[in-house]
């Protein structure tokens, strides 16, 4: 059982594309974190939310705390963004699988 | 800035051996948490401190022992490494949890057990 789920596990896009990537959990939490792991790189937090919406660039990230959800989209993708992307909540930090995102030039 | 340090970067081991991780932040921050990754399994918290003098066990912590005797450092220690001990360990810290808690990675320690 995994306190947190992502989903897809793996996604291919067209460069420019609009991508989501989603991520349920069970455990109550009060903050959902996103990473970013590059291949044979280490780990960067990308968002850290409580509630609501929060935007960098052109990643933006929203949390439904009630359906225990989140989501993050990436606007006009770009082959830079190819990484595992990994939510984690929980005092104690679970973590999801990762998706991996390959974006195609 | 340094951030978060991971020393060694790669480590091969014969079984039964030990070795000891060191991880070192210069955030002053309280929480620090040692990981392992394994291919197609998420990260998995093995031990983790909310300050100095203090350590707590996470989800896989069998095998592995920490210390933080200073706020800055944590320790990972291996007794008698095991061929399933072989991973990327990943170090991180934290100011606090929930809204103040934003990770901050060390680059990991990937070792190999013989």
């Known amino acids: 059982k995994n306190e947190v789920e992502q989903s897809p596990q793996n996604l291919t896009a067209q460069e420019g594309e609009f991508i989501t990537i989603n991520c349920s959990y069970s455990?109550?939490?009060?903050?959902l974190h996103w990473l970013q792991q590059h291949p044979g790189g280490g780990i960067v937090s990308l968002f850290m939310l409580s509630s609501g919406k929060k935007k960098h660039g052109r990643l933006i990230a929203t949390i439904n705390i009630q359906e225990k959800h989140s989501s993050l989209h990436i606007t006009a993708s770009h082959p830079r963004d190819s990484a595992v992307y990994i939510c984690a909540g929980g005092n104690q930090f679970y973590f999801g699988t990762g998706t991996s995102l390959t974006v195609i030039p | 800035n340094a951030g978060v340090t991971q020393t060694p970067k790669f480590r091969v081991l014969k079984t039964g051996q030990s070795m000891t991780l060191l991880c070192a932040q210069d955030m002053n921050h309280e929480y620090m948490y040692w990981y392992r990754q394994d291919p197609g399994m998420g990260l998995r918290l093995i031990h983790y401190s909310v300050g100095e003098g203090t350590t707590a066990k996470g989800e896989v912590p069998d095998g592995y022992n920490v210390s933080r005797l200073k706020k800055q450092n944590f320790l990972l220690g291996l007794e008698s490494a095991a061929p399933s001990q072989t991973s990327v360990y990943f170090c991180?810290?934290?100011?606090?949890?929930?809204?103040?808690?934003?990770?901050?990675f060390g680059e990991g320690s990937r070792l190999t057990v013989l």
């Open positions: 991180a810290s934290s100011h606090g949890q929930g809204v103040t808690g934003e990770l901050f």
């Open positions: 455990v109550g939490i009060s903050a």
